[in-house]
């Protein structure tokens, strides 16, 4: 049992003087400089619009213009913008980093350096269109398709033969009973509102009844006038800056396609404006004495790179309008610096 615990004892000391040993032996590092993605987060209303069918006879019974044909068309709700900090491996930079240089490096990681090996940071982006929903445009009690013709297949004298047949009604036909109905209905409630019916009619029971023949009343105008049905969508689109390059286009919104990328040229450009702000040179400190030479060949002191951004003023439009403004810190249009790190112990 002794000689049990001693030799866990020596174990542990021997591993805890191998990881000090380690520690204390300089390090060789790869990491790269940063670089900012502003990331986009857009949301929009998509409308699809169902023409009704008869809707070139609006005008002409009811006296407005109305669509003819069916379109879907999106409108900008809301933008959002942040910037996303990743690997530029344009910026690859290697170095040795001893136990005195490792506080100037980590110190550094979280203002301008990217450590980890692994590369850049990643994202989730969200891409939903939702399928447009089978607009219909229908009324209860439309007209009845077919209707009765009556006329004279033989006249003789004051002797004649009639022919009834059932025909097709033309499509002018129903849109006139359409508009018919949609009289009668607002006659309707006229009477009901003056008192000018053979019942009477007050309080809840009035309201009940002039809300239903409002009800079928707009039943009968989709017919003429089309419906309309709305969805949200969203999406997120990546932009990286390029160092002296202020405008881009964000993203492109088609009516066909929706929300799409920069380079669908179908759609109608969102453009980004970006002005940076100057990054003031750092003061130079005093100079120091002089060091005494030693003998023998010296190398010169390591350099640790990194990267401070400077802030832009980011302003999104249409070409009309201002949809966004905000200032964000952009890496690529900052300045990049050096400083030397400990090459001894």
Not at 144 to 156: F, V
Not at 177 to 183: G, K, L, N, T, Y
Request: net charge neutral.
């Amino acid at each position: 049992m002794k000689r049990t615990a001693i030799l866990l004892i020596a174990l542990t000391c021997a591993c805890a003087y191998a990881g000090a040993q380690s520690a204390s032996e300089p390090a060789s590092v790869s990491y790269a400089l940063p670089r900012s993605v502003l990331m986009f987060d857009v949301k929009a209303q998509k409308t699809c619009f169902h023409a009704g069918p008869y809707a070139k006879y609006a005008a002409k019974y009811l006296g407005f213009e109305a669509k003819e044909a069916d379109e879907t068309t999106y409108d900008i709700v809301s933008v959002g913008v942040k910037s996303k900090t990743e690997a530029d491996q344009s910026a690859r930079y290697s170095a040795v980093i001893t136990p005195a240089g490792r506080r100037d490096y980590f110190s550094l990681s979280s203002q301008g350096l990217i450590v980890r090996e692994g590369g850049p940071a990643t994202g989730t982006n969200v891409w939903r269109f939702p399928a447009p929903k089978n607009g219909t445009v229908s009324v209860e009690g439309l007209p009845a398709n077919l209707t009765r013709e009556t006329g004279t297949l033989y006249r003789q004298g004051r002797a004649s033969v009639q022919q009834s047949a059932v025909v097709e009604k033309s499509e002018e036909q129903k849109a006139r009973e359409v508009a018919d109905r949609i009289f009668a209905i607002r006659e309707q409630k006229y009477k009901i509102l003056v008192g000018d019916t053979d019942a009477t009619y007050s309080g809840e029971a009035m309201k009940a009844t002039i809300d239903e023949l409002s009800r079928m009343e707009a039943e009968c105008l989709e017919l003429f006038k089309g419906s309309s049905q709305t969805a949200e969508v969203q999406a997120s689109f990546e932009l990286i800056p390029e160092k002296d390059v202020l405008l881009y286009v964000a993203f492109r919104v088609s009516d066909e396609e929706g929300l799409v990328q920069a380079d669908n040229i179908g759609g109608k450009p969102y453009l980004v404006e970006l002005k940076p702000e100057e990054v003031p040179a750092a003061q130079k400190p005093e100079a120091p004495a002089p060091a005494k030479k030693k003998k023998g060949k010296e190398a010169g002191p390591q350099l640790l790179h990194y990267r401070i951004p400077a802030v832009c003023t980011l302003r999104l439009g249409d070409g009309q309008a201002t949809l966004l403004q905000a200032r964000v810190p952009v890496y690529q249009f900052g300045i990049d610096e050096t400083m030397p790190i400990a090459t001894t112990k």
